[in-house]
């Protein structure tokens, strides 16, 4: 976990989802994977030719914004796949319960999280899968606002996702921290926007969160 700033007034958490607040890998892939062979079978090619042609993207933008990630929405909207498209696709195509599994841990540590800070989920993800994925995880209940690609039809690091979520919350922007996986995609903007930010290396580092932030 990196802390990069944390608010003198922190009301409010807004979480990122794969990666954040679950450790599963082969999931986080597949949520990926699935999106570029179902580009490569509607383009006629094999799954590695399209999964070469996303990695050279990538490798040229980050060599283009030094170093920056880019997110596979945008890398799509960049082969011409609207975002409409990426939203139905990962809807038909993302089964989290495949993969992940209850987590009575992180259950507990949102519900003391809950006691004292708003919490709300921006993710790259349509509504529905990402629903899906808190269902499973266990923490559904205790986060009833999540702020989608569906929701703005713009994928992180935009920052209409981001404004959305501070709506929602009720606060300043300056009383919110952004926890994610991805400094690029997660955090970077958030900071520039007035929030704190917190990297983490997957959900061991969300249990420390209470701890962090000096819970009794």
């Given at each position: 976990?990196?802390?990069?700033?944390?608010?003198?007034?922190?009301?409010a958490?807004?979480f990122?989802?794969?990666?954040?607040?679950?450790t599963?890998?082969?999931?986080?892939?597949?949520?990926?994977?699935?999106?570029?062979r179902?580009?490569?079978?509607v383009?006629?090619?094999?799954?590695?030719?399209?999964?070469?042609?996303?990695?050279?993207?990538?490798?040229e933008?980050?060599?283009?914004?030094?170093?920056?990630?880019?997110s596979?929405?945008?890398?799509?909207?960049?082969?011409?796949v609207p975002?409409?498209?990426s939203?139905?696709?990962?809807?038909?195509?993302?089964?989290?319960?495949?993969f992940l599994?209850?987590d009575?841990?992180?259950v507990?540590?949102?519900?003391?999280?809950k006691t004292?800070y708003?919490?709300i989920?921006?993710t790259?993800?349509?509504?529905?899968?990402a629903r899906?994925?808190?269902?499973?995880?266990g923490?559904?209940?205790?986060?009833?606002?999540?702020?989608?690609?569906?929701t703005?039809?713009?994928?992180?690091?935009a920052?209409e996702?981001?404004?959305?979520?501070?709506?929602?919350?009720?606060?300043?922007?300056s009383?919110c921290?952004?926890?994610?996986d991805?400094?690029?995609?997660?955090?970077?903007l958030?900071?520039?926007?007035g929030?704190?930010?917190?990297?983490?290396?997957?959900?061991?580092?969300?249990?420390?969160?209470?701890?962090?932030?000096?819970?009794d």
């Amino acid at each position: 976990m990196k802390v990069y700033k944390l608010p003198a007034d922190l009301k409010a958490i807004v979480f990122d989802i794969d990666l954040t607040l679950y450790t599963n890998h082969a999931y986080a892939h597949e949520q990926i994977d699935c999106q570029v062979r179902e580009y490569a079978r509607v383009n006629g090619m094999t799954a590695d030719e399209a999964r070469a042609k996303v990695a050279a993207f990538r490798k040229e933008y980050a060599r283009l914004h030094d170093g920056k990630k880019v997110s596979l929405g945008n890398t799509l909207l960049s082969f011409g796949v609207p975002i409409e498209q990426s939203i139905k696709w990962r809807e038909e195509l993302v089964f989290p319960e495949k993969f992940l599994k209850f987590d009575e841990k992180l259950v507990a540590t949102i519900k003391q999280l809950k006691t004292k800070y708003k919490i709300i989920c921006v993710t790259n993800n349509p509504i529905l899968p990402a629903r899906k994925t808190l269902e499973v995880i266990g923490v559904s209940d205790y986060i009833p606002e999540i702020v989608g690609l569906d929701t703005c039809f713009k994928s992180k690091p935009a920052r209409e996702p981001f404004e959305e979520a501070v709506k929602r919350l009720c606060v300043d922007v300056s009383q919110c921290v952004a926890i994610g996986d991805r400094y690029d995609l997660d955090v970077a903007l958030p900071m520039d926007m007035g929030m704190g930010g917190i990297v983490v290396d997957g959900v061991e580092d969300v249990y420390k969160l209470p701890e962090l932030l000096h819970f009794d």
